[in-house]
């Protein structure tokens, strides 16, 4: 399906952006993010956005690990002048 048009022809339809059509009953059951997920086509299209999601923030994640590992060793190091509760 390919236009809203097309609805009418079938008793029950759904167009790429989730838009669905169920004899007289028209509806979408969420607003519609741009992320396609009807058919193979839309399921690709969500992987490659997945894809390049998970890119970027494994991108972040490494320009901030070299951050938390000296804030990590800040803290234990200070934690040997804490006294523990009790001495």
Do not use: N
Not at 19 to 31: D, P
Not at 53 to 66: H, I, N
């Amino acid at each position: 399906m390919q236009r809203t048009e097309d609805l009418a022809k079938h008793d029950f339809a759904i167009l790429k952006d989730g838009f669905m059509a169920r004899g007289v009953f028209v509806e979408r059951r969420r607003h519609y993010d741009g992320m396609p997920f009807v058919g193979l086509r839309g399921l690709d299209k969500q992987l490659a956005l997945k894809q390049s999601q998970w890119k970027e923030l494994d991108a972040q994640e490494r320009w901030l690990s070299p951050t938390v590992i000296a804030v990590q060793s800040i803290c234990e190091r200070a934690a040997e002048f804490i006294p523990s509760p009790g001495h």
